[in-house]
């Protein structure tokens, strides 16, 4: 075998082993790549049910605080008429503490968002849920502000309170309250709760608490349904 014979097949082999070489990085590369993206979208998913879970915990508790509140609203709307039973000062402040004890409701959205917003999870089952996420995202956004609406009906409920019953004399039942005096003004809790009016709106807010726990149970399911969607994916 001539000497150029041997230099031409030395020259293919190398390029052959060369081509290989590139070929074996790029497919190394591109499995890493693969490997990464994977990861990333799992512990993108982990992220999603973690915030699913905390918000299942916040909701069982926010609908705990709705039941004793809307109970409260119940037994104070029991009491209006023409012709009230007697209702001592405290009764009624106990009454508003009660109502009053729904807390403004937050949920997380943070980790559902990024997902949403990602190029990540789009294909098959991943599509659905990425819909439902989206959907239940939503409700969050509608129950809470009537978490807020409800917050921003208290001050016009305490007005109303002021033309027959003293707001001191409501408060002093609170610890802060302790080294208060009672107020000097006299209280008629007969004519607070002969007042339609104030009726009216403690009705309406008993309305918006139960709305409000509606959405809150609405949430409950899509959040349950969510969180076996995801788990089943994993």
């Not at 014979?5 to 590139?22: A, H, P």
């Not at 956004?141 to 002021?162: D, F, K, T, Y």
Request: glycine share 4%; no cysteine.
């Amino acid at each position: 075998m001539s000497a150029d014979s041997i230099q031409w097949k030395k020259l293919v082999t190398e390029g052959i082993v060369i081509v290989v070489s590139i070929l074996l990085a790029f497919a190394i590369d591109a499995w890493w790549d693969d490997r990464k993206d994977l990861q990333a979208a799992r512990d993108q998913v982990s992220r999603v049910l973690a915030e699913l879970r905390a918000n299942v915990g916040i909701l069982e508790d926010q609908d705990q605080y709705l039941g004793y509140a809307i109970d409260g609203a119940k037994g104070f709307l029991s009491r209006f008429g023409p012709e009230p039973p007697p209702t001592e000062v405290a009764e009624i402040a106990a009454f508003i503490n009660q109502i009053f004890a729904v807390p403004t409701m937050s949920l997380e959205r943070a980790a559902s968002l990024e997902l949403l917003s990602s190029g990540q999870l789009t294909e098959g089952a991943w599509f659905d849920i990425r819909v439902k996420l989206a959907d239940t995202l939503s409700v969050v956004q509608s129950a809470e502000n009537s978490s807020i609406e409800l917050r921003q009906m208290r001050p016009g409920i305490i007005n109303l309170e002021a033309n027959h019953v003293s707001g001191l004399d409501l408060s002093l039942g609170h610890e802060l309250m302790a080294d208060y005096q009672p107020s000097r003004f006299p209280s008629d809790t007969t004519a607070l709760l002969s007042d339609r009016l104030y009726e009216n709106v403690i009705a309406n807010y008993a309305i918006r608490m139960e709305l409000n726990r509606r959405n809150v149970r609405e949430l409950q399911e899509l959040y349950s349904a969510l969180i076996a969607d995801l788990e089943a994916q994993l």
